[in-house]
């Protein structure tokens, strides 16, 4: 495995769309959470070390009731190894899941795999969330894909801000934050993702004027440190694609 310090500012994405999936990198539970559009009323444990659950008794899963998240979120789950999760809407609908849906649920988490797309109209769910050290891989389903395209964006501006308030790297006005990538932009290069693409905070050029985020694809990799040593060849030719943000404007744009 690769020094996680030289790969902390890359971000992999890896679109499934048929299938409603994203396998990532560098994408963390707490970051997922803050990025999503409503924070899930219920997470159905699938695979966790967290104490602090409830036990269902007729799917035999832990559950997290909504004031019981905020003690996850405090968790370092990359230190669970496996950590998957399904939300839900109330518990009458967990109870009337089937033998056949407990099964593929347990497949679910046990194979990473999916017998079926897992979405289940009893849970009313919008994820399904499969990661193993959290952030290292992390493969999500959304049942709307527009949601993905969201977390992106948002993920994107949150680990640039983080990155100036740490490391002084990218200059705004005192007090301002970068806003979050459009969906309509980050849809400009599903393209890209499908094939499996980086993108580099690390490479992040910024100037008087504008910020820009490269990209570049990569390929389809089921190991990071595959990904790593592809990007390690890739940022030394032009990046596929870049985010811009114009610093006047506050606003984002994507050339390619």
Known sequence: MKNPGNMKELIYIHLHPINQYVV???????????AIPETPPHLLLLKHKFDESDFNMHTRFDYIEPEGLK???RED??????????????????NELDGQEIAELLYLAHSKEHLRRP?????NN????????DEWFNKT???????????IGKVISQKLGFFRSERSFFA??????????PPDMISLVSGGMKEGIVISLAKTEQSRLKVEVPLWIVGDHSSMDDVFDEYIMSFKTPPHARFVF????HEWSVFS
């Open 77 to 94: 789950v990359g230190e669970y190894g496996d950590f998957c999760w399904i939300d839900f809407e109330d518990t009458d609908g967990l």
């Open 126 to 133: 919008r994820y399904a969330y499969l990661s193993h050290d």
């Open 246 to 249: 114009d610093k006047k404007t």
């Open 141 to 151: 389903f959304y049942r709307h894909m527009p949601d993905f395209y969201r977390v």
């Open 24 to 34: 990532s990198y560098g994408i963390e539970f707490q970051e997922f959470m803050k």
């Open 71 to 73: 003690s996850l979120l």
């Open 172 to 181: 705004l006005k005192k007090g301002s934050a970068f806003p979050p990538i």
């Open 119 to 123: 979405f289940y109209s009893k849970l």
